[in-house]
């Protein structure tokens, strides 16, 4: 059977003062369910994120917006079975330089091998990437005590002015 090409589900999250945009590559089916960012319990996102800026992000909006953080992913449509990024098929990627340009965004961070291949042959922008592990649970070889000093770089991206 043949999957389909699937449309992202819902917009990126950023205001004007974003100065990080973190981009994985398209939602997984329970964050295409949630109709939000790294929804999967299992995904550890949230956890290394609340680590590296010592925060709760019980509000996860809140959070962003606190922390001058933009979330979107590098996909806007493909075909994909489950969430499996090696099936990911069909590629359309969204107008990331056009979202950077309205705010100010000094670094994006990919979250995995995927979305940072798929950023380093599709996406044109002068904004310095830095491509970071996944912290989804298929990653099970990176410890979340890891990610965490990964991670790191973004709060300093996010509280440098």
């Not at 960012?37 to 992000?57: I, L, Q």
């Not at 798929?118 to 990653?139: C, G, M, Q, W």
Request: aromatic fraction near 12%; proline fraction near 2%.
């Amino acid at each position: 059977m043949e999957d389909k090409l699937l449309t992202h589900p819902f917009d990126a999250l950023y205001r004007e003062d974003s100065r990080v945009l973190i981009l994985g590559s398209f939602p997984s089916v329970v964050s295409r369910q949630q109709n939000f960012y790294y929804a999967n319990a299992t995904n550890r996102f949230w956890p290394v994120m609340e680590e590296v800026f010592e925060d709760s992000a019980e509000d996860r909006i809140a959070f962003c917006y606190r922390h001058h953080i933009a979330l979107w992913d590098v996909i806007n449509a493909c075909t994909i079975h489950a969430s499996s990024d090696a099936s990911i098929a069909n590629v359309r990627v969204n107008d990331i330089d056009a979202l950077v340009k309205k705010t100010e965004v000094r670094a994006i961070f990919t979250t995995g091998r995927k979305a940072s291949d798929l950023f380093e042959k599709y996406v044109k922008t002068d904004t310095r990437h830095i491509a970071l592990p996944s912290t989804s649970a298929a990653n099970a070889r990176m410890k979340k005590t890891d990610l965490v000093v990964y991670y790191r770089m973004i709060r300093d991206y996010a509280e440098k002015d």
